[in-house]
């Protein structure tokens, strides 16, 4: 799969933000599944996020000190404070006094990803803690280098993007909680499950390994593997063959193009494999199903 920078306004907050009276003073993306943006805000207002999708780490850099989060008015921001607000998360904040801030957005595939790769865990039994004005010294040093960077030069866009990548570290190592594991005959969400499915589809033409489609599902190889068959009642290479034979079917009986390019389209590289596999299914070869079809 190929990597793609995420655009800061694909993130809900970064467009709820820009509705409001706060001024965008820079944003970029970092890379896929995180973007960043500075702001400044003068006037007082009432904000809220409400499940906005994605993670957001906010940290003050200014002023504040007067503003809160409605429900926890005891707790006030300040410079060097910093807020951690999970994409499912609910807040309502009061902003009393001009404040600046710095917001780095990530993407929970992104984060999911990361849990893999560094902690070789299943994402979905991990939790982001919602965290309001906490204090963080080793954040502040991250945060420092991505300020002190020119987000528009790419060289100093690949420096932001490795400090961005030690807070994703950081944020799986102290902000994280674990749920309790679900069994694994449970099998993957249906959302997840939809994911693969509409995947799937779109790339039968092409190569698909077991790490790519576990990656589409941000597990590890193994528990996606194990999930997958729970899920579908087979393992993941004969569930993707039996899509790709039901694309042939399909190639077959619109009438439309030669067998060696139905055999590319539905992913079996030439027509002689596509003869064989076809033949083992069903008993004919996909030259006899056609002729068949098109007698009834």
């Known amino acids: 799969m190929g990597t793609t920078a995420t655009a800061p306004a694909d993130f809900s907050v970064f467009r709820t933000l820009s509705g409001s009276t706060a001024t965008l003073q820079r944003a970029a993306p970092l890379g896929e599944g995180m973007a960043i943006s500075q702001w400044a805000r003068t006037a007082r207002e009432t904000l809220g996020y409400e499940t906005p999708g994605h993670h957001t780490l906010s940290l003050y850099l200014h002023g504040g000190d007067k503003s809160f989060r409605v429900g926890q008015d005891s707790l006030h921001g300040g410079a060097g404070k910093f807020c951690v607000l999970p994409a499912e998360h609910h807040s309502r904040w009061s902003m009393n006094d001009p404040v600046h801030f710095l917001?780095?957005?990530?993407?929970?595939q992104r984060l999911a990803r990361e849990a893999v790769m560094r902690l070789?865990?299943?994402p979905r039994t991990l939790e982001l803690r919602d965290r309001t004005y906490i204090q963080d010294d080793s954040l502040i040093d991250v945060c420092r280098r991505l300020l002190g960077t020119d987000w528009s030069q790419p060289a100093d866009r690949l420096a932001a993007s490795s400090a961005a990548e030690t807070v994703l570290h950081?944020?799986?190592?102290q902000?994280?909680?674990?749920?309790n594991p679900q069994p694994a005959r449970g099998g993957l969400a249906p959302g997840v499950r939809r994911r693969i499915m509409d995947y799937v589809d779109a790339h039968l033409a092409e190569p698909l390994t077991l790490?790519?489609?576990a990656g589409v599902a941000a597990l590890s190889t193994y528990h996606f593997a194990r999930m997958f068959h729970a899920s579908f009642g087979e393992p993941p290479h004969a569930w993707v063959r039996t899509r790709r034979l039901a694309r042939?079917?399909?190639l077959l009986l619109s009438g439309k193009g030669d067998l060696a390019g139905i055999a590319q389209a539905s992913g079996f590289g030439n027509a002689s494999h596509?003869?064989?596999?076809?033949?083992d299914a069903t008993g004919v070869t996909p030259g006899q199903y056609r002729r068949a079809r098109a007698s009834h």
């Not at 917001?103 to 929970?108: D, G, M, R, S």
């Not at 902000?175 to 749920?179: L, M, S």
Request: aromatic share 6%; glycine share 4%; hydrophobic share 45%.
């Open 103 to 108: 917001h780095l957005y990530i993407a929970p």
């Open 120 to 122: 070789d865990c299943e």
């Open 170 to 173: 950081h944020l799986l190592l």
């Open 175 to 179: 902000g994280v909680a674990r749920k």
């Open 211 to 213: 790490d790519e489609l």
């Open 248 to 250: 042939a079917k399909t």
């Open 274 to 279: 596509l003869a064989r596999v076809f033949r």
